[in-house]
């Protein structure tokens, strides 16, 4: 059983999907064991309490330096003895520290088809937005394993939604959530605690 954290800032749904799949006994191999949050009014960590899920707070402005930061991120995630660490909606940039003790172990949903619409600028509303400027006329989520380029880590699973003429940044963030986000994250965190994802340089295998 692999235990898995889930690191979040706000407010928390793509983390609901997860608690949600693993109470429907989705995620047969992996366990959430504790939700750290950035953001201490994040309504993300009402779900977790409400799923007798433990919770932890730590915010970035808190320490004067990145590298402090970073460290402290990087022990307080190992305290928990992770196997797994979930980005569901965590706006703060990780360190280099923290992405190299956990190399293809970490996943984040990012709301577009990457690499479109991605790296250093480009989160929540902000994706829809560009994206409704350019005019796509798809567009969708991706699961991706994190490194140290801004988005560019190996993609594990993606799925496409439509977009409608007349989409709202607000109503277009909500089909691709419902669409695409909260199945493909669950689904693809499945996979790992399977051992089912063969990570080679930046191509996966999905052995399903
Ligand atoms: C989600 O749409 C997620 O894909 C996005 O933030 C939202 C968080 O919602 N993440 C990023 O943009 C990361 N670059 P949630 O808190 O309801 O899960």
Partial sequence: ???????????????????????????????????????????????????????????????????LYDEALTKLVQSKNADLVVLAGFMTILG???????????INIHPALIPSFCGEGYYGLRVHEEALKKGVKVTGATAHFVNEICDGGPIILQKAVEVKFGDTPEVLQKRVMEQA????????????????????????EILD
């Fill in 96 to 106: 280099k520290g923290f992405i190299s003790a956990y190399e293809n172990k970490i």
């Fill in 181 to 204: 986000e909260w199945k493909i994250l669950p689904r693809a965190v499945a996979l790992f605690c399977d051992d089912k994802i063969k990570v080679n340089g930046n191509i996966t």
């Fill in 1 to 67: 059983m692999k235990n898995i954290v889930v690191l979040v800032s706000g407010g928390g749904t793509n983390l609901q999907a997860l608690i949600d799949a693993q109470n429907r006994g989705e995620i047969s191999n992996g366990k959430i064991t504790c939700v750290i949050s950035s953001n201490p009014n994040a309504y993300a960590l009402t779900r977790a309490a409400n799923n007798g899920i433990e919770t932890a707070v730590i915010r970035r402005g808190d320490f004067n330096e990145f590298s």
